[in-house]
């Protein structure tokens, strides 16, 4: 009796060991192996993975195409002019390890979009602004529909 709980206790080890020491990459995911909070490894490929057990850890992040909305944001024009913008960007990561090392989660990558987008339209804002100032704009619009008529 006392065999059959040794081995039993031995089997379950060895399963906890084997489990801890496998993971899988899905098609949509990259993969960063960590030991002992270092990135030694990076992974793109589908399928089943190793990794030293209960030494290594591992992050997934998604490959796919990432829809982000922007919460709308007031922008006030050159004429002191409010305008509300709402706005949303697709992005993705290609670099796993790149991207863990300069922000680390989707939500500072999404902080960031919100800071990067918000001043990209200021600038759009401010240089509509002065070419609309200068009078360019109705030129343009005219330039755009005399193309469309011809």
């Known amino acids: 009796m006392k065999k059959y709980i040794f081995v039993g206790i031995i089997l379950a080890l060895v399963l906890i060991v ?3 020491s496998v993971y899988t990459v899905a098609e949509n995911q990259c993969v960063c192996v960590f030991r002992f909070s270092e990135i030694v490894n990076t992974e793109t490929q589908p399928g089943l993975h190793f990794k030293m057990p209960f030494v290594d850890s591992v992050k997934y992040f998604s490959r796919a ?3 982000y909305d922007i919460p709308p944001s007031d922008v006030t024009t050159l004429d002191k002019q409010n305008m509300t913008v709402d706005c949303y960007v697709l992005w993705h990561i ?3 390890q790149q991207f ?3 922000l680390g989660t989707t939500g500072m990558a999404e902080e960031r979009l919100n800071a990067i987008t918000y001043n990209a339209l200021k600038t ?3 240089i509509r602004e002065i070419v609309k100032d200068r009078g360019l704009l109705d030129f ?3 330039c755009a529909e005399r193309e469309k008529s011809e």
């Open 124 to 126: 759009a804002m401010q």
């Open 65 to 67: 195409t990432q829809f």
């Open 140 to 142: 343009f619009k005219s």
């Open 94 to 96: 290609s670099d796993a």
């Open 18 to 20: 084997g489990m801890s």
């Open 100 to 102: 863990y090392r300069a």
